[in-house]
């Protein structure tokens, strides 16, 4: 069984940082990819990040070389560092899985069978 827990969200002003957990197993780290995934108001969800079991991580033009995934196996959990937040980065956030061992070309899409509660960031002006 896959479990997917996430951490950390609340409000931040623009152009602050946050960085969000996900806390799951060693089992799902190794064969898993985790993808954080985003919903904001009124929007479809929309996958920002996948790390695949294989070691790569990609990211999707809207928050690449602002957002951060570390994959930490001593604690089994996949961090989120977001840095320059806008207001558009507001959303709840989830922490997603799928089996790896690479992501999906199309993980923007969110293509996940296993998915935590999500987590709710909001970037205040």
């Known amino acids: 069984q896959v479990r997917l827990v996430e951490s950390g969200g609340g409000s931040v002003p623009l152009g602050g940082s946050l960085t969000l957990t996900c806390s799951t197993s060693?089992?799902?780290?190794?064969?898993?990819?985790i993808g954080w995934v985003r919903q904001a108001p009124g929007k479809e969800r929309e996958g920002i990040t996948c790390?695949?079991?294989?070691?790569?991580?990609h990211y999707t033009e809207s928050v690449k070389d602002r957002f951060i995934v570390s994959k930490d196996k001593d604690n089994n959990v996949v961090t989120l560092q977001m840095n320059y937040l806008k207001p558009e980065d507001t959303g709840v956030y989830y922490c997603?899985?799928?089996?790896?061992?690479?992501?999906?070309?199309?993980?923007?899409?969110?293509?996940?069978?296993?998915w935590g509660r999500g987590t709710q960031v909001n970037v205040t002006a």
């Open positions: 997603a899985a799928e089996k790896g061992p690479t992501c999906d070309s199309l993980f923007f899409l969110a293509p996940y069978h296993y």
């Open positions: 060693r089992y799902t780290l190794d064969y898993y990819n």
């Open positions: 790390s695949s079991s294989d070691g790569d991580t």
